[in-house]
């Protein structure tokens, strides 16, 4: 089982929210939760790490790595 923070539940709702039904995000800092960049980072890295989201590096975006 795993086990979520209030900020990664918060986060990971946030990118369902707003994808474009692609099942795509790339980073943002979601000033809709108030929180500042680093915190943002510091969630979606957490997310990263847990297996939540995974960077796609085979996108075609060479400015942005897509989740």
Do not use: C
């Not at 918060?10 to 108030?34: C, H, M, R, W």
């Not at 969630?43 to 897509?66: M, Q």
């Amino acid at each position: 089982m795993i086990t979520f923070t209030d900020k990664e539940r918060q986060l990971a709702q946030y990118l369902i929210d707003v994808t474009d039904g692609s099942n795509s995000v790339i980073f943002e800092n979601p000033k809709k939760l108030g929180w500042d960049v680093e915190t943002a980072k510091g969630v979606f890295a957490s997310l990263v790490k847990k297996d939540i989201i995974f960077p796609d590096h085979d996108n075609g975006i060479n400015t942005h790595v897509v989740h």
